[in-house]
């Protein structure tokens, strides 16, 4: 049976005010070092959800008693070499398959949807010894109509979408990671609204196996935590490659301590550049503040009217992808769709198989040519944002600052760049195929660097 909630909000459980705190790394040391226990761990972060939850409305599926059950059973043995994420509670975005939880995939017509085998990213998080605490809110099939979840900086603005959830329970305290998934923005932007760190990784570098498919093109699996070295565990347990997914490709995990040095960042604009309103450039004048006060040298590049027509290419093959997946979701339901979700479906329809390959082609030559860029120890960065995140009636935001990065499938980091009001504001930065080590060093090196006067 689905658990509620706000059933448990009811019942209250003792709070541990520090240890929600915790990110993923720094908790598996302190368990392992005898400082607390996953209990304590798993009953703090319930603690939270309760005390927030009824407002940022951040989960499908929570099963409390499930994870204090979990907590408990690991703490009467001793972690096994490969248990890197020992006793963690962890969020899972409702696009994955987690055996026993609802996973909807943000739309009623599969509300009743218990999923019965573990997506590969999930199974991995559970092999290395992760606390499912819940399912977390998706926007409809990942790209559609919002779902309930709330900014957790101001509950009248969106927590971005589509891994909504995610990003929201991260931000607010409520477990030190969660698993989300990207077709052209999801991570990033999500990630960004909320003041926390995202990192889409190279296409395939974690198996989608098992995630709710929106376009192979476009698909990507990657993590959301509060802190780099988080993300770099999380790497480590989900990157791999899966001979039962055929877009796997076999990527090294982030390594911070033997990260290549940054030698160069490129401020990279380009035809969206009208889409930067004042608080995401003034994130941006930030983080190019801060690099060049680490030493790095921060030179602009505009990139050539070639890339004009990404939007185009970026609709293209989401909606030939979305029309073919869940297509027979229309036929059979689609008066319980979105008119935005229906739209979609139907575009993918009209689009002809030349077209499609127009777009494939396109999409490879964007991809060499933002690739002819990154020499080594380079990194990208520019605007993960039009904007600070929009009233809720507003919707969950555009992607398209966030598109081209999917498109080539390179890999891409939200940092956090102080605030802008009382909302979070950020940037992105990307980095060529398997440079996550260079991509998560870049990121520290930022945040490190970054006023604290803002």
């Not at 990110?23 to 939270?48: D, P």
């Not at 003041?195 to 889409?200: A, D, E, H, Q, R």
């Not at 036929?331 to 390959?357: C, F, K, P, T, Y």
């Amino acid at each position: 049976m689905k658990s509620s909630a706000r059933q448990w909000i009811r019942k209250g459980v003792r709070p541990l005010i520090d240890l929600p705190r915790l990110g993923a790394f720094q908790a598996v040391r302190s368990i392992l070092g005898g400082e607390i226990t996953s209990e304590q761990l798993v009953s703090a972060c319930i603690t939270r959800i309760s005390e927030r939850e009824a407002l940022v409305r951040a989960f499908v599926d929570l099963r409390p008693e499930q994870a204090l059950e979990r907590a408990r059973e690991l703490d009467q043995r001793r972690p096994a070499a490969h248990e890197h994420l020992y006793g963690v509670p962890v969020a899972i975005k409702e696009a994955f398959d987690v055996s026993g939880f609802h996973c909807c995939w943000g739309t009623k017509i599969h509300a009743d949807r218990v999923a019965s085998v573990d997506a590969a990213a999930v199974a991995k998080f559970k092999a290395a010894g992760a606390v499912i605490i819940g399912t977390t809110v998706a926007t409809e099939y990942a790209i559609a109509a919002a779902g309930p979840t709330t900014n957790p900086h101001d509950s009248r603005r969106s927590p971005g979408g589509s891994s909504s959830g995610s990003a929201a329970a991260v931000a607010s305290e409520m477990v030190p990671l969660a698993l989300g998934s990207q077709s052209i923005g999801s991570i990033i932007r999500p990630s960004t609204y909320c003041g926390v760190l995202g990192l889409k990784p190279t296409r395939g570098a974690i198996s989608t196996r098992g995630c709710m498919p929106l376009a192979q093109e476009l698909d990507h699996v990657g993590p959301i935590a509060r802190r780099a070295e988080d993300i770099a565990l999380a790497c480590r347990v989900a990157f791999g490659y899966d001979p039962l997914d055929p877009l796997s490709a076999e990527v090294a995990p982030p390594d911070l301590t033997n990260a290549p040095p940054l030698t160069n960042v490129l401020n990279v604009t380009g035809p969206l550049r009208d889409r930067v309103q004042e608080a995401s450039r003034k994130a941006m004048q930030r983080a190019i503040a801060a690099l060049r006060r680490s030493g790095v040298p921060v030179n602009t590049v505009d990139l050539p009217g070639s890339f004009d027509r990404i939007e185009n290419c970026i609709f293209t093959l989401l909606c030939r992808g979305i029309a073919a997946h869940h297509g027979a979701d229309y036929d059979r339901h689609g008066e319980q769709m979105s008119e935005r979700m229906r739209e979609l479906v139907e575009r993918g329809r009209n689009i002809s198989s030349a077209e499609h390959a127009a777009a494939v082609d396109y999409a490879r030559d964007l991809t060499s040519a933002v690739f002819r860029l990154l020499k080594p120890g380079t990194v990208i960065i520019n605007a993960a944002t039009d904007d600070i995140a929009p009233a809720l009636a507003d919707g969950t935001g555009s992607p398209l600052l966030q598109g081209l990065w999917t498109v080539t499938g390179f890999p891409t980091l939200a940092v956090p760049c102080g605030l802008a009001g009382r909302m979070p504001v950020g940037i992105q930065m990307a980095a060529a195929p398997a440079q996550e080590s260079l991509l998560l060093s870049a990121g520290k090196i930022l945040q490190q660097n970054l006023c604290a006067d803002d």
